[in-house]
């Protein structure tokens, strides 16, 4: 989650096969709960393709609907079975991040490059004697690594 001002992003699998995005209904309690908290707090999801078989399951909500331009897929990684979202976020040019925190310059990343790497892993031999906090720990330090 990313926000700066009143300006919210959220990105992630968020797994409510049963909604119908494009017409914003579902049959499903669950579901129903999640889209009205949608609904009131990010009035846009812009991830419009299936992202996981049929279903839209990988989303992108952003409090504002020009805050988010350019979805589309870059494909999978490695063996999973979502899809990569790629998209830009447009800031205002008089928006100023009060933030102390240090942030990639990301115009400046190789994308296509940090995707081969993570594709070209071989991750089911990496994790093979992991727990699961040590593959998590694996792969955000090799992410970090390839960031840096």
């Not at 909500?61 to 979502?82: A, C, R």
């Not at 205002?92 to 940090?114: E, G, H, W, Y």
Request: proline share 5%; aromatic share 10%; glycine share 4%.
């Amino acid at each position: 989650m990313r926000t700066v001002g009143n300006r919210t992003i959220i990105v992630g699998d968020f797994n409510y096969p049963g909604i119908d995005w494009n017409k914003r209904i579902t049959n499903e309690p669950m579901g129903r709960r999640f889209l009205d908290a949608c609904e009131d707090n990010f009035p846009t999801q812009h991830v419009n393709f299936p992202t996981r078989g049929e279903n839209v399951l990988d989303l992108l909500v952003s409090s504002d609907p020009d805050l988010v331009k350019n979805v589309q897929s870059s494909g999978k990684l490695s063996n999973s079975d979502h899809l990569i979202l790629k998209f830009d976020v447009v800031s205002s040019p008089t928006l100023r991040n009060p933030s102390v925190q240090r942030v990639p310059d990301f115009f400046k990343a190789d994308f296509d490059a940090i995707c081969r790497e993570l594709n070209d892993r071989s991750w089911e031999t990496d994790f093979a004697c992991m727990n699961a906090c040590q593959r998590w720990d694996h792969f955000h330090n090799i992410v970090q690594s390839l960031v840096k």
